[in-house]
């Protein structure tokens, strides 16, 4: 038995999750769809959110954040880290603007979450 604390909604349902028989995974403590989603998946396949921020060149600011856009398997995250690391990017920078594309091939891309104007 395991017990996580949903991060699907603000309710924060404290899930219990019997991973016994991972071929039949039984959820409690939900209280909608997603929880039960969310409570498997943190037992087969947990994926995380990764923000960061990279080099931004001839802009009004020197670094830009940036996030997956959507969660990748959390065994990847450091290793996605260290992409970001060299990456450097021309301004003008938008939000949205694909920095990254195709993660570490998990079909999710780095994404900028503000705008950096040309200096």
């Known amino acids: 038995m395991r017990e996580f604390i949903c991060i699907n909604c603000p309710l924060g349902c404290q899930l219990k999750v019997d991973d016994s028989d991972l071929n039949n995974i039984k959820v409690t403590g939900n209280t909608c769809k997603r929880g039960e989603r969310y409570g498997i998946d943190e037992v ?6 990764v923000t960061s921020s990279v080099v931004v060149l001839n802009g009004k600011e020197n670094v830009v954040s940036v996030k997956t856009k959507e969660a990748i398997p959390k065994g990847l995250i450091f290793e996605s880290l260290e992409l970001l690391k060299n990456t450097k990017v021309e301004a003008p920078v938008n939000i949205g603007d694909i ?7 998990t079909g999710v891309d780095f994404v900028a979450t503000r705008n950096v104007e040309r200096n």
């Open 99 to 105: 920095i990254i594309k195709n993660v570490l091939n």
């Open 44 to 49: 087969l396949n947990p994926k995380r959110m």
